[in-house]
T-cell receptor
Framework: SQQGEEDPQALSIQEGENATMNCSYKTSINNLQWYRQNSGRGLVHLILIRSNEREKHSGRLRVTLDTSKKSSSLLITASRAADTASYFCATVHNNAGNMLTFGGGTRLMVKP | DVKVTQSSRYLVKRTGEKVFLECVQDMDHENMFWYRQDPGLGLRLIYFSYDVKMKEKGDIPEGYSVSREKKERFSLILESASTNQTSMYLC?????????????FGSGTRLTVV
């Protein structure tokens, strides 16, 4: 399967701490995207990083991509209770007709 | 604000019924997608469409069909609902292909087949 795998599956931190989630994949990609899903709702697109990029920022979010290790990380700085959600990485693989393939997600709980 | 609207948040249907899940986007997006989401299995692509009247099978099309008669509307059809189709169904759209653009998702339809 080309599905990305997130690590850890679950993460619990205190408000104000940083949260780091990792994603690994198996075959070469065109780009990698991160999404957030609040409980029982749809997914919200957070950030897209292309295969020729190494780092991107968006507000309190920082995404890195290491194509040599086939991995990406999402860092949320100064977390808030409202950041409690599941976070998914999704990959667009060069040999898969440009379809988006989702990983299993990391469940993040931020305690007030 | 751009939107993808799924017609029902919760739906309960009986085994063997024909079920229609409707999805409408107001962003003039070319591409539309149907996923189902199950615990432990993540999101799996059922069908997608890159244009009106065009459809392509995803990873798990069996037991489903789709219809895209108008650009803004993409319907998922369960021809004869079965209990293993109990799931959360998510519709999404994008302007460009996934190689260029993130997806906008609807809020999801939680379908229970009894």
């Amino acid at each position: 399967s080309q599905q990305g795998e997130e690590d850890p599956q679950a993460l619990s931190i205190q408000e104000g701490e940083n949260a780091t989630m990792n994603c690994s994949y198996k075959t070469s990609i065109n780009n990698l995207q991160w999404y957030r899903q609040n409980s029982g709702r749809g997914l919200v697109h957070l950030i897209l990083i292309r295969s020729n990029e190494r780092e991107k920022h968006s507000g309190r979010l920082r995404v890195t991509l290491d194509t040599s290790k086939k991995s990406s990380s999402l860092l949320i700085t100064a977390s808030r209770a409202a950041d409690t959600a599941s976070y998914f990485c999704a990959t667009v693989h060069n040999n898969a007709g440009n379809m988006l393939t989702f990983g299993g997600g990391t469940r993040l709980m931020v305690k007030p | 604000d751009v939107k993808v609207t799924q017609s029902s948040r919760y739906l309960v249907k009986r085994t063997g019924e024909k079920v229609f899940l409707e999805c409408v986007q107001d962003m003039d997006h070319e591409n539309m997608f149907w996923y189902r989401q199950d615990p432990g299995l993540g999101l799996r692509l059922i069908y997608f469409s890159y244009d009106v009247k065009m459809k392509e099978k995803g990873d798990i099309p069996e037991g489903y069909s789709v219809s895209r008669e108008k650009k803004e509307r993409f319907s998922l059809i369960l021809e004869s609902a079965s209990t293993n189709q109990t799931s959360m169904y998510l519709c999404a759209s994008s302007l460009a292909g996934p190689g260029y653009d993130g997806y906008t998702f609807g809020s999801g339809t939680r379908l229970t087949v009894v």
